[in-house]
């Protein structure tokens, strides 16, 4: 099966359904099903998204048929239903929902800003630990009498020491 954008004529995704016997897609035009049916082995359907994405895999002992359910007709009047598209109404609608888009939007923008606080906290807090763990180092080797701060033509007296001797000082 090949999946092709409508309006640009590109191909978005090829797929492959071995032995299928039917291709139906739903009402809304937004899924697929390809279905193996009444064979003796490998019975069952697959779902794709219209994109060609496979959503889902149903394998059956036996299946007969697949069909979609029929699209429910709305549970509004016809005239109700035609007084919610007024513009007015779609500009309230649109006003609330943008509002709670953008208070949704913000929300997740300080999570994501605490977050990364804490990642820098963190990190800052490990940094001075290792800070600290390099002035003990250094205060060891002072110890042993070997000068790190000392420029590049210093000589130095080099001593062989256990490491349990080194880390007990």
Same mark, same amino acid.
């Given at each position: 099966? &090949? ?17 299928? $016997?039917?291709? #139906?897609?739903?009402? $809304?035009?937004?899924?697929?099903? +390809?279905? +193996? ?5 490998? !019975? ?8 060609? &994405? ?8 036996? #299946? ?8 429910? %007709? ?11 598209? +007024? ?7 649109? &006003? %609330? ?6 208070? +949704?939007?913000?929300? !997740?923008?300080? %999570?994501?800003?605490?977050? %990364?606080?804490?990642?820098?906290? !963190? ?6 630990? =290792? ?6 180092? !250094? ?19 080099? =001593? &062989? ?9």
């Amino acid at each position: 099966m &090949t999946f092709v954008d409508a309006e640009t004529g590109d191909i978005t995704s090829e797929a492959d359904h071995p032995m299928c $016997t039917q291709v #139906l897609w739903d009402p $809304t035009g937004r899924y697929l099903a +390809t279905v +193996t049916d009444n064979q003796r082995i490998e !019975n069952g359907y697959r779902l794709w998204s219209f994109h060609g &994405t496979e959503l889902l895999e149903e394998r059956k002992q036996s #299946l007969y048929q697949f069909a979609w359910r029929p699209r429910p %007709k709305g549970l509004l009047p016809k005239d109700k239903l035609e007084s919610l598209k +007024t513009p007015k109404l779609l500009k309230q609608y649109r &006003t %609330k929902f943008r509002k709670e888009d953008r208070s +949704t939007r913000d929300e !997740n923008l300080l %999570k994501k800003l605490a977050e %990364k606080r804490e990642i820098r906290n !963190n990190y800052a807090q490990f940094v001075l630990s =290792q800070a600290e763990v390099l002035e003990r180092d !250094n205060e060891r080797l002072k110890a042993l009498g070997i000068d790190i701060e000392g420029g590049e033509n210093q000589e130095y007296e080099f =001593q &062989t020491i256990s490491s349990k001797q080194f880390f007990l000082e």
